[in-house]
């Protein structure tokens, strides 16, 4: 895959990964070690470095986007959801990206590559775009924030990513996407590197 065009993102870090896995994802149960990490206490070696959060609602701030309610940042929502104790398993990879994320403070997009039709980019679509994100047809308004596309448009951010290009039982290929603000501490590599290392851990094969 050749690298990902950002158009006028110039806060943007993003840490990009593609995944072959051993088996379709149907036949990778999550195991023991990985579910253990969609605890909030669980040990990690990432963790939010201070003004993280802010930070990160900045990046997708502005060209009429507010990364407020229920438009906040994925992260967030995992971070609360695991202290609520409600953070659950979904399958292997979605649970590797959620670990990460729980963890990092870093939102992260999972995109079966299959599903998605190349050449890809990132950018900010007009006002008024938007995506259905779940399978009940519930849609997002992502005028204006950051997304990755596809040849059909719009279908991965920070927030919520589009139900099309999800992952499923016969998903074997998948991007990674780790939406971090740029800063000089190398907080986006680490989360990427652990990141590629779980996924390893499933027994599958990773380029950065």
Known sequence: MTTIPIEDAPGLDLQTLVVQLPRSLGQLPSPAWLTALLRADAPAPVSPP?????AVRDLLRGHGYR???R???SSEYLASAATDGRLGTINAVVDVGNAASLHSGLPISVVDLDRARAPFAVRRPPQGATYVFNRGGQEIDVGGLLCLCDAEGPCANAVKDAQRTKTDEATRRVMALVWAPRRDDGHAARTAQWLSESFTGLGAEVSR
């Open 71 to 73: 438009g906040k940042p």
């Open 67 to 69: 990364p407020t309610g």
């Open 50 to 54: 201070d003004g993280l959060r802010d």
